[in-house]
């Protein structure tokens, strides 16, 4: 119990909450999300208390908690946010999913979009989700569409997009990591 409370806390010191104690699952916090994810973006240092926070869900009887809160960042990174931590994400925390079903579930979200929900009126979703910006306005729109809002488009196109927007500057680091990973096959095939 002391373990979940104190996820709970650093959950919302990184702008999202525990929505089911049970699964795992995790959700924007609204209430303080958009700094939170700010801080979260430009201090690095925070990124590596994630892996720590992963390795102790599974040192604690809590592996089912790992892959929910990775699904949270990368439907957040869709949505325009959270996007610096794309390498430490591919690199450190979905490596320390132990299931490789899992890993290879969390990889092929990195390639394409979530599907968007219809969303409820109350800032819930239907599944009980914490309705963000992103999805207020597609059901605003009455259609479903993607995450970036260009609505029905090839996912590996979105991908590079998305890739290319990360990459600021080519002779960055994570630049050079992008060319070093096209080797990999599943970076080929998104490619």
């Not at 720590?52 to 790992?66: A, D, Q, T, V």
């Not at 009126?121 to 059901?139: F, I, L, S, W, Y």
């Not at 997009?161 to 994570?174: A, I, Y």
Request: aromatic share 6%; with cysteine; net charge neutral.
């Amino acid at each position: 119990k002391r373990f979940v409370k104190s996820y709970r806390l650093m959950l919302d010191f990184y702008g999202m909450i525990l929505i089911d104690q049970r699964t795992g699952e995790v959700a924007r916090n609204t209430k303080n999300y958009e700094v939170q994810y700010e801080n979260l973006e430009e201090s690095s240092h925070n990124w590596l208390r994630v892996t720590r926070i992963l390795k102790s869900l599974g040192e604690m009887g809590l592996e089912h908690y790992k892959k929910p809160l990775l699904e949270h960042i990368i439907r957040e990174m869709w949505r325009d946010h959270l996007r610096a931590c794309l390498r430490s994400l591919k690199d450190y925390w979905i490596p320390v999913v132990k299931s490789a079903e899992e890993r290879r579930s969390l990889l092929a979200g990195l390639k394409s979009p979530p599907k968007t929900e219809t969303l409820a009126e109350n800032g819930q979703g239907e599944n009980g989700n914490v309705e963000g910006k992103a999805d207020r306005d597609t059901k605003n729109q009455g259609q479903t569409q993607s995450v970036n809002g260009k609505g029905d488009e090839n996912p590996k196109t979105v991908l590079v997009e998305f890739l290319r927007g990360l990459l600021k500057n080519p002779g960055d680091e994570s630049y050079r990591a992008l060319k070093l990973d096209e080797q990999d096959e599943d970076t080929q095939s998104a490619l």
